[in-house]
C-alpha cells in the first residue's frame, strides 16, 4: 500500500517564476491538506482539499491556490515566488473532513523548493 | 489564535535514559492531539494520536498523555536509543476541518 507521495523531491525557481507541487494520497484517503514548514520550524497550514473544493485556508496571500482532482490527488500552485516561499511542501492525507471527524493525518516526504 | 509550545528546544541524553518532551497550547477546544517524528530533511512520522476525550496512548516504549483542561500533553520516551534521535513535533487538531497547528518541535539527540 502506497503511502502519502509528492512530486518534485527538489526543485529551484527564481523570484517572480511560478511553481506547480504535486501530491497523491493514501489510498482510501479522500482529503488532502498541504503545509508550509521553513527551517527550524514548525509546519504552517496553508489549506485543505476535500471533495474537489477548498474547505478551509490558514493565513497565506492569495498567490498560493489550489486544486483536487476526482482521483483525490492535488496540486498546489505557487505564483509570483518570493525569496520566502523557500521551504520543505508537506502534503497530508486523512479520511473524512466533515463535522469535526479527526483522523491521524499521513504526511508525504514533502517538496525541498529554492527560491533564488 | 491556537498557539503550540514545546519544551526543551533541544535535549541531548545517554542511550538508555528515559525522557520526557512537553508541549503546552493555548486553547483547549480541541479535538485531538498528535505526537510526530521528523528525521532531517524528511517528512513526518505520526506517532500517536490522542483524541480530545482521551488520557494517553501507548504504542511500544512511546506513552503520551493529554491534559487538556490545563493545555498540556508530554511524550515520554522509555530507554531512548540513538535511532530516537530525531525532531519530535506536537500538532492539535481544531476545526471541522482537520487543521493541525504544530509546535516549533524538540529536537533530541540520543548519545552512545
Known amino acids: 500500500d502506497a503511502g502519502v507521495t509528492q512530486s518534485p523531491t527538489h526543485l529551484i525557481k527564481t523570484r517572480g517564476q511560478q511553481v506547480t507541487l504535486r501530491c497523491s494520497p493514501k489510498?482510501?484517503?479522500?482529503?488532502v491538506s498541504w503545509y508550509q514548514q521553513a527551517l527550524g520550524q514548525g509546519p504552517q497550514f496553508i489549506f485543505q482539499?476535500?471533495?474537489?473544493?477548498?474547505?478551509q485556508r490558514g493565513n497565506f496571500p492569495d498567490r498560493f491556490s489550489g486544486h483536487q482532482f476526482p482521483n483525490y490527488s492535488s496540486e498546489l500552485n505557487v505564483n509570483a515566488l518570493l525569496l520566502g516561499d523557500s521551504a520543505l511542501y508537506l502534503c497530508?492525507?486523512?479520511?473524512?473532513?466533515?463535522?469535526?471527524?479527526?483522523?491521524?493525518?499521513?504526511f508525504g516526504p514533502g517538496t525541498r523548493l529554492l527560491v533564488l | 489564535k491556537q498557539e503550540v509550545t514545546q519544551i526543551p528546544a533541544a535535549l541531548s541524553v545517554p542511550e538508555g535514559e528515559n525522557l520526557v518532551l512537553n508541549c503546552s497550547f493555548t486553547?483547549?477546544?480541541?479535538?485531538?492531539l498528535q505526537w510526530f517524528r521528523q528525521d532531517p530533511g524528511k517528512g513526518l512520522t505520526s506517532l500517536l494520536l490522542?483524541?480530545?476525550?482521551?488520557r494517553e496512548q501507548t504504542s511500544g516504549r512511546l506513552n503520551a498523555s493529554l491534559d487538556k483542561s490545563s493545555g498540556r500533553s508530554t511524550l515520554y520516551i522509555a530507554a531512548s536509543q540513538p535511532g530516537d534521535s530525531a525532531t519530535y513535533l506536537c500538532?492539535?487538531?481544531?476545526?471541522?476541518?482537520?487543521?493541525?497547528?504544530f509546535g516549533t518541535g524538540t529536537r533530541l539527540q540520543v548519545t552512545l
Open positions: 497530508a492525507s486523512s479520511w473524512g473532513a466533515l463535522a469535526g471527524v479527526q483522523e491521524t493525518q499521513y
Open positions: 489510498s482510501g484517503h479522500d482529503t
Open positions: 482539499y476535500y471533495e474537489e473544493e477548498e474547505r
Open positions: 486553547d483547549s477546544a480541541i479535538y485531538n
Open positions: 490522542i483524541q480530545s476525550s482521551q
Open positions: 500538532a492539535v487538531g481544531t476545526g471541522t476541518a482537520s487543521k493541525l497547528t
